[in-house]
């Protein structure tokens, strides 16, 4: 969906995996001119572990989600335990694998839901899924 389809600049909202953009542009007395364009939105892929020991290399659990405008993220523990939250989850705030008190959180299996939102879209897209600590 455009926002405004006379605009040059116009944002385009909610696309699918795969879309064909076509257009035609006209001015005044010049001949319409029409093109077209594939768009393919690859759908994240978030890692499964992460390995928070210090060495600089996959410290923090990174949802690679590089378009988002926000990340509202709540992590929990196997037995549901809120272990960590944040309302605005990105770069230089990602989860280095300790609880909300500082303490640091054994290796294991914790668990996310992830409210994203998208640039360009209207509806925040929701993830749910687990997480690995590997010391």
């Not at 010049?30 to 928070?52: Q, Y």
């Not at 990174?62 to 770069?91: P, R």
């Not at 303490?103 to 509806?123: C, M, N, S």
Request: hydrophobic share 35%.
């Amino acid at each position: 969906m455009f926002d405004a389809d006379s605009k040059p600049d116009a944002m385009i909202e909610e696309l699918d995996e795969s879309n064909l953009l076509r257009w035609t542009v006209t001015n005044g007395v010049c001949p319409a001119v029409s093109d077209s364009m594939n768009v393919t939105i690859h759908p994240l892929e978030i890692v499964k572990g992460f390995t928070p020991n210090g060495d600089s290399k996959n410290d923090y659990f990174d949802l690679g989600a590089t378009y988002a405008e926000n990340i509202h993220i709540k992590i929990f523990s196997k037995t549901g335990t809120l272990v960590h939250e944040s309302e605005n989850y990105e770069a230089g705030s990602l989860w280095d694998g300790y609880n909300k008190t500082g303490v640091e959180l054994p290796e294991g299996t914790y668990f996310y839901i992830a409210d994203i939102k998208v640039a360009g879209r209207q509806k925040r897209v929701q993830f749910r899924s687990f997480v690995e600590i590997l010391r």
